[in-house]
T-cell receptor, first 113, second 111 residues
């Protein structure tokens, strides 16, 4: 199983809503990542988890709150987002943070209205 | 500051043509990866190069890492419509833990 599964695939939310993005992998990887990607642009790193602990936060606004409940799951909790936060949100995993070959999920297309 | 610059930014070619995409930086990377991304999907890893001067082949795709580990190229022979997508290089520095993505090359191969 070399898949990273993200749900939902599409999400439309209002600026006052609270929603969560979910990511799951069963490859035994101990590093998991959240990226944000705008149209026609490369992915931008948001968060890195290493052995279920947050190791990198790329100065992401607090309206994005990551959570790693266990080694297979990664969540991104969303609250009070702005329309400019609309983007493709990608989850990725790698064996550890020292092995940067990353497997990406299909992404969640988020639209904030 | 974008550490990895890709060229060209856009490329539209006919089926059967050859092409080369470049990924350049002033920084040294311990490893460099190439990904392809199709619309609405996540990037898919194509290859990782780690040694200066290394050349890897994946069917019609040839990847090269520069001797100084600052640049890389991707050459596609006899391009096919299925090669269409966004090609991204990504570099890791030092002890890893963070990939820096290149600016991307959007390739379109037409019949």
């Amino acid at each position: 199983d070399t898949e990273v599964t993200q749900t939902p695939k599409h999400l439309v939310m209002g600026m006052t809503n609270k929603k969560s993005l979910k990511c799951e992998q069963h490859m035994g990887h101990r590093a998991m990542y959240w990226y944000k990607q705008k149209a026609k642009k490369p992915p931008e790193l948001m968060f890195v988890y290493s052995y279920e602990k947050l190791s990198i936060n790329e100065s992401v606004p607090s309206r994005f709150s990551p959570e790693c409940p266990n080694s297979s799951l990664l969540n991104l909790h969303l609250h009070a987002l702005q329309p400019e936060d609309s983007a493709l949100y990608l989850c990725a995993s790698s064996m550890t943070v020292r092995f940067t070959e990353a497997f990406f999920g299909q992404g969640t297309r988020l639209t904030v209205v | 500051t974008q550490l990895l610059e890709q060229s060209p930014q856009f490329l539209s070619i006919q089926e059967g043509e050859n092409l080369t995409v470049y990924c350049n930086s002033s920084s040294v990377f311990s490893s460099l990866q190439w990904y392809r991304q199709e619309p609405g999907e996540g990037p898919v890893l194509l290859v990782t190069v780690v040694t200066g001067g290394e050349v890897k082949k994946l069917k019609r795709l040839t990847f090269q890492f520069g001797d100084a580990r600052k640049d890389s190229s991707l050459h596609i022979t006899a391009a096919q419509p299925g090669d269409t997508g966004l090609y991204l290089c990504a570099g890791a520095r030092g002890g890893g833990n963070k990939l820096t993505f290149g600016t991307g090359t959007q390739l379109k191969v037409e019949l």
